[in-house]
């Protein structure tokens, strides 16, 4: 039910290298980093879900779709991280979708934001 997308990207060198390695790792669940937040960094948000039941027993895996974002004040950064992070999460996923990228109006920060799918087994 939970995608391993923390563990995935903190045990990978190439994402750490960007945004930090173990629990110092700039990756955060729900689609927000708190502000002032050391850039660059990685958001993530399930968008959608959907258990795959059998007819006696319940789901047996979930697919889920969710959007991972990757932000930094460098347009060439944020490719970067974006490059490393599809690389890392395509072990354990399928990307399915890259998303418009844009510059927060606030932040400035550029995104480039893209969906993966995952199955969870249960």
């Known amino acids: 039910m939970i995608p391993p997308i923390f563990a995935t990207l903190s045990a ?11 629990n110092n790792c700039r ?6 980093a708190k502000q002032g937040t050391t850039i ?3 958001t993530w948000n399930t968008v959608s879900g959907v258990p795959e039941n059998k007819l006696l027993s319940g789901s047996f ?16 950064q944020a490719l970067a991280l974006a490059q490393a992070v599809r690389t890392s999460l395509e ?4 990307m399915v979708s890259v998303n418009p990228t844009d510059r927060d109006p606030d932040t400035n920060l550029y995104r ?6 995952f199955q969870i087994n249960r």
């Open 12 to 22: 990978n060198a190439g994402v750490t290298a960007i945004i930090g390695a173990g």
């Open 27 to 32: 990756c955060y669940p729900f689609g927000y």
């Open 40 to 42: 660059p960094y990685v």
């Open 61 to 76: 895996f979930d697919k889920l779709r969710v959007q991972l974002d990757c932000w930094s004040n460098l347009d060439s």
């Open 91 to 94: 072990s354990v996923s399928c």
């Open 112 to 117: 480039y934001s893209m969906d993966f799918e």
